[in-house]
Structure formats: structure tokens, C-alpha cells
């Protein structure tokens, strides 16, 4: 991954020559290719429909040049506020400013306050975007980057194009902002208050007949609680009543029903091109009953549900790749830091695993925290190439986190170079890069 901020507000380049030298590294150690987001806040600021590619036409023409390949990502959301973010990127000035008016476009949590990372899945179908629906938006976005940059479909240099569906380009509510307070390991709360997914669910209550049911939940935390100590999430609490099941299978439901209209379109944009869409790896409070991290982010995965199966399937039915995040973490590791947290990043990531392997879609992956220790190279090749895998199976793609002064550290880039290697195939002996 290129840094967040390799293209400025203007749409231009930044420190060309700087970022020219750091490709040659990284192609003299043999990486595949690098990965940009592409971001709408940037692109489309200024007017609906007026886009501006320069300075990512000028940074693929150099990727062209040094014959690396591109996964690029459609970056619909806010940079800025979360973990590793150092710039600030926000929606088109167009659209906060008719936020200023409506600010039901966002998501909304119990106590009414707005996140404005990245608009509410209930306006997809909506005209509130000067007289466009969110999912049309999303679409003329993708159609206007596939035209500019046709030469690049055309000679295979664009490889990949991910959908960014959510907050951080994931397909996830955004649960656990830092924004409004959150620390890890808190469960987060219910993003669901805007006026448009409230009406979604009285809806949905009304058609199940229980018209009560139209509301979210009224025990359900803080940001920071954990989940022994509130109602809705404790062991029998009332996430698994029989309203608890009606609203997690609606609230998990919006989150699918918004991959599908998202998905769908992009396969009309990006014809004949890898499509993939990013899921998170929320690993707190995964050794828990309710599993409430999870379910506050939109993944209905309590300990008697598959909360990933559901998603694999609507994949699938795109012919998108899943790509995933974590898988650098060790669950060990997490009970040294935060015991308390009940987390098992290697569980879940064996869970997410083999919902795409089921599935049959194509699995892709990258570190969710920065990584330059051999330890954590490991357990990326560990699950990228499980050693007795009776199908063969392995990741199609990993993508790594992040080009950095860091990386660029001698002995940081030895290891890069070492872990390169193993990813290719090659035999790399235990004495080489110390």
C-alpha cells in the first residue's frame, strides 16, 4: 500500500521524484505491485459529477513505467480519525454541505450523534445527493475512473479494484469511532438512528407483525463497555431474545442488502476485472457468547451463528474476492496486552478463512497493524500457505501495510525483502536478512 497522502487535495502529485526512488526499492525486491486509494473526497470535491484524475493519471503512468501492477481502491469514505490515518481526507465539500442540512445521510448512533466518515446505508436508494441516490453516486464515481483509465484495463495494469463499502473502505458499520470516544477493547455501539434506517426497521417490524419492535436496542451499551456488563450482551442477555434475534438479523441484513446493490454495479463498471471488497477483523471479545464487537459492527456471528457465511455467499453470488485483515495478529499476543478482551484474532481469521473457502470465492489479505518483525511475517505465511491444507488451498493476493520511512529502515527492508521472497515460493534459510 502507497501512503494515504501520495495524492493531494488538489489532485496532485506529492514528491514525485521521493515516491519514484521508493517504487525502484520496492521493485528491486521483487514485489508484484503497489496499492492507491482513490479518493472520492479528492476526485469529486467540488461539484456532482466534475472529476479530476491528474494526479493519479501521472502516479499510474509511473507504476506503468517501472512495470509494477496496480490494485486500486474506490475510496467512497472520510480518511482521518482512525488508527494509522495521517492526513485528512473528507467527503466532497458538495456532499457535507447538503449534511449541514440533512445530517440523517450519515450514520447515527443512540445519543445522536453523526459519524461522518462515510454515508448511512439507508440513503442508498434515496434522491437526497442532488437528486441521485447514494448507490448512483457510488456508480458514476467507478464509471468515470474505468473511462479516464481505460489503457490501463486494457494492458493489464490495473489488476484489482477494490470496493470501498463502509468506514476504512470496509464492509462494516462504523461501530467503534475514536471520534466519539472509543478505545479498544470496547464492544461499540449500534450505528442504525438516522431517520432513513430507522424507518427500514419499523418497516421490518411492522411485517413481522410486532410493530413495538421498531426501535433499537434499549440495553445496549456505551462505546466502552464490555459486554458482562450490560444486559443486551451478557451470556442469555437479550441479543439472543426473541427481539434480539429480529433486530441483529435486520441490522446484519442492511449491511449485506448494501454489498449487493454496491457489488452488483461495480461488476457493471469494472467488466473483466478482479473485484474484491474488504472486510475487518474485529478479534475482541471473540471468545465471548454474543460476540458483541461483531455485532454492534454489523456481523451477526454470535457463538450459535456464522455471522461470515451469509457474506461469502453475497460475494460469490458478484464473483468478488473477500480480502481480509489481521492476519499478522497472534492470539497470544492480544492476552499479553489485553487479557481482558477475550480476543482470538487466529480463530477468527481460521473462521473467515474457510467461509471463503467454502464458498469458493478467492481470499486476499493484509496486515491490520504495521508489521516488520520476522515473528509476524510468519504467521502471514503461516495462514496465507497453510502447510497441510488437504485442497491447497491458499490466499490469492496479499496486499501489505504500509509503504514508510519505517520499511525504508535497513534492516526493517531485509526482513521486507526476506518475507517477499517466502511469499514467492523461494527457499530462504533462517540466517539470511539478520
Not at 449534511?99 to 448512533?109: C, L, Q, R, V, W
Not at 478479534?283 to 451477526?300: D, I, M, N, R, V
Request: hydrophobic residues 40%.
Amino acid at each position: 500500500m502507497l501512503p494515504l497522502g501520495v495524492i493531494d487535495m488538489n489532485c496532485e502529485l506529492v514528491d514525485p521524484e521521493d515516491l519514484l526512488n521508493q517504487l525502484r526499492i520496492l521493485k528491486s525486491a521483487n514485489v508484484d505491485g503497489v496499492m492507491i486509494d482513490c479518493w472520492w473526497g479528492i476526485v469529486e470535491a467540488h461539484a456532482p459529477q466534475v472529476y479530476k484524475w491528474s494526479g493519479y493519471r501521472r502516479l499510474f503512468q509511473m507504476v506503468r513505467d517501472l512495470k509494477l501492477k496496480l490494485q486500486v481502491v474506490m475510496s467512497m469514505h472520510e480518511c482521518g480519525g482512525n488508527i494509522g490515518d495521517d492526513v485528512h481526507i473528507p467527503l466532497p465539500h458538495w456532499v457535507t454541505e447538503i449534511g449541514e442540512t440533512n445530517p440523517d445521510i450519515y450514520f447515527t448512533d443512540r445519543e445522536g450523534r453523526r459519524n461522518t466518515e462515510c454515508l448511512t446505508w439507508g440513503i442508498d436508494k434515496e434522491r437526497v445527493l442532488k437528486r441521485r441516490t447514494a448507490v448512483e453516486v457510488y456508480f458514476d464515481y467507478m464509471r468515470s475512473f474505468r473511462v479516464e483509465f481505460d489503457e490501463f484495463f486494457q494492458d493489464g495494469i490495473i489488476s484489482e479494484i477494490e470496493i470501498g463499502l463502509g468506514p476504512c473502505g470496509e464492509l462494516r458499520y462504523p461501530s467503534y469511532p475514536a471520534k466519539h470516544g472509543w478505545k479498544y477493547p470496547g464492544i461499540g455501539e449500534f450505528q442504525c438512528y438516522d431517520k432513513y434506517l430507522m424507518k427500514s426497521l419499523s418497516k421490518a417490524a411492522e411485517l413481522r407483525g410486532h410493530s413495538f419492535w421498531g426501535r433499537g436496542p434499549e440495553n445496549a451499551s456505551s462505546y466502552n463497555s464490555a459486554p458482562h456488563e450490560i444486559r443486551f450482551f451478557r451470556d442469555g442477555g437479550d441479543y439472543d431474545s426473541y427481539y434480539g434475534r429480529f433486530f441483529l438479523n435486520w441490522y446484519s441484513q442492511v449491511l449485506i442488502d448494501h454489498g449487493d446493490r454496491v457489488l452488483a454495479l461495480a461488476n457493471l463498471a469494472f467488466e473483466g476485472t478482479c473485484i474484491s471488497a474488504k472486510l475487518s477483523g474485529i478479534h475482541w471479545w471473540y471468545k465471548t457468547a454474543s460476540h458483541a464487537a461483531e455485532l454492534t459492527a454489523g456481523f451477526y456471528n454470535s457463538s450459535n451463528r456464522d455471522g461470515y457465511a451469509p457474506i461469502a455467499a453475497m460475494l460469490r453470488k458478484h464473483g468478488v474476492a473477500l480480502n481480509f485483515t489481521c492476519f499478522e495478529m497472534r492470539t497470544l499476543d492480544q492476552y499479553e496486552g489485553f487479557p481482558e478482551a477475550l480476543a482470538d484474532p487466529e480463530g477468527l481469521v481460521w473462521q473467515v478463512l474457510n467461509a471463503a473457502w467454502d464458498a469458493c470465492i478467492p481470499l486476499a489479505s493484509e496486515n491490520a497493524l504495521p508489521c516488520y518483525d520476522r515473528e509476524g511475517y510468519s504467521k502471514i505465511l503461516e495462514n496465507a500457505k497453510p502447510l497441510h491444507n488437504p485442497d491447497g488451498r491458499h490466499l490469492s493476493v496479499f496486499t501489505y501495510l504500509r509503504l514508510s520511512p519505517v520499511l525504508m529502515e535497513r534492516h526493517n527492508f531485509q526482513e521486507f525483502e526476506r518475507f517477499v521472497k517466502r511469499m514467492h515460493g523461494e527457499a530462504v534459510s533462517d540466517s539470511d536478512a539478520i
